[in-house]
């Protein structure tokens, strides 16, 4: 559950990709005159064809909401175990690859280090501008949760990222790269 300051407005944005099955939020904080956006959601474990439905409207509402030129933080219970985040490398698994391409393709960074589940790190904070992460830290559970709690600080001090300047800012496109020509 985020907590925001008081002094923080936020409004929803709404995802033309629904599902009633699909657990997931996207809102925008302004702070200052600088606008970020949140996208929070869960993917239930598993690998069927239900799990890999899933999977695909997931991936298609963060093509929608996280490809966007604000910082963006994405908070999630993945729960793709086959994905070791530490070292970008993945097991076999359609969800996990949908996963690992669009995170990768689009300049996220995984920025959770330590075990939220037993030994493994599944509750994942996704950022596209690493930089403003002032500190992330690992919790113990909230309550009778599984799952450890994260908690971590945005620095939102800076304007460089102006609602009404107009001004454009870089954004790698990654997914676009012609990485065969690079490596040939």
């Known amino acids: 559950m985020p907590a925001l300051t008081s002094d923080l407005t936020s409004n929803i944005v709404p995802s033309v990709v629904t599902d009633n099955d699909m657990d997931l939020v996207c809102f925008d904080v302004f702070c200052n005159a600088s606008k970020y956006r949140c996208i929070l959601f869960y993917r239930p474990p598993g690998t069927d064809a239900v799990s890999r439905h899933t999977a695909g409207l997931l991936c298609s509402a963060l093509q929608e909401l996280a490809t966007v030129d604000i910082p963006t933080?994405?908070?999630t219970d993945l729960n793709c175990l086959n994905i070791d985040w530490q070292s970008h490398s993945q097991a076999i698994g359609?969800?996990?690859?949908?996963c690992v391409d669009f995170t990768t393709g689009n300049g996220y960074v995984q920025c959770v280090m330590d075990a939220t589940r037993g030994s493994n790190i599944l509750d994942l904070v996704f950022c596209n501008?690493?930089?403003?992460?002032?500190?992330?830290?690992v919790l113990?559970?909230?309550?009778?949760?599984?799952?450890?709690?994260?908690e971590f600080v945005i620095s939102c001090e800076s304007t460089d990222y102006s609602i009404d300047s107009g001004e454009t800012r870089k954004r790698y496109l990654w997914s676009e790269g012609d990485y065969e020509s690079m490596a040939a």
Do not use: K, Q
């Not at 359609?94 to 949908?98: H, M, N």
């Not at 113990?140 to 994260?150: D, E, L, V, W």
């Open 73 to 75: 933080f994405i908070v």
């Open 94 to 98: 359609e969800s996990d690859s949908a």
């Open 129 to 137: 501008d690493p930089i403003l992460m002032s500190h992330i830290d």
């Open 140 to 150: 113990p559970p909230f309550s009778s949760s599984g799952h450890n709690a994260i």
